[in-house]
């Protein structure tokens, strides 16, 4: 790409590293044109400060919702840990998990929830290139699947990772089945 950070942004193209500087832009943007098992981020770039993503997804498996899981680096062993607030309607509650093979980022409308719901998740993964600590990361996450009371959740997911490598890779999929046409992932690139 030629040109500025805010030419890039106006029209529609990922920016170069150089064109960051200490701001923010999209260094990965996918919308699924079909059912995909996962959404696979490769060669992320050790250059920034900070990852966040965006992601806009639905399940296809047979229920209302099913779970959306996070790997890193291709890691499938058990060095996942992670803590849970969730709520729907007026009941909070909140759970731990230890050495898991993936971390949770939340739940998504699947193939029995109301037609055209989608989930929504924030994925902030800080100082995600350095090499002498764990990653900890927070996600942010809603979802629907219908229109009476206990079918709205919202799911706050503190995340750890027991690696110190620096993260080259995200695989986001869900717990059954696959993600839905229209599933739109944007990794974020934050500073420099």
Excluded: C
Aim: charged residues 10%; proline residues 2%.
């Amino acid at each position: 790409m030629t040109g500025t950070w805010a030419s890039g942004w106006a029209t529609g193209d990922v920016v170069t590293a150089a064109e960051f500087k200490k701001t923010a832009g999209s260094i990965f943007d996918s919308t699924l044109g079909a059912s995909a098992a996962n959404v696979d981020i490769t060669g992320i770039s050790a250059t920034y400060a900070h990852l966040m993503m965006s992601v806009y997804a639905r399940g296809d498996n047979a229920s209302a919702n099913t779970s959306m899981l996070i790997q890193f680096n291709g890691d499938t062993a058990a060095n996942y840990d992670y803590q849970i607030l969730q709520a729907f309607a007026a009941a909070p509650a909140a759970s731990e998990t230890f050495a898991a093979t993936s971390a949770f980022m939340g739940l998504i409308p699947a193939n029995t929830a109301g037609a055209n719901l989608f989930g929504s998740t924030e994925f902030f993964l800080p100082h995600y290139a350095g090499s002498s600590n764990n990653k900890q990361s927070v996600s942010i996450n809603s979802l629907k699947t219908g229109t009476t009371t206990g079918l709205i959740g919202v799911y706050l997911i503190g995340g750890g990772w027991r690696s110190t490598a620096a993260v080259n890779r995200i695989t986001i999929f869900p717990v059954a089945g696959n993600f839905v046409a229209g599933t739109r992932v944007n990794l974020h690139a934050l500073g420099a």
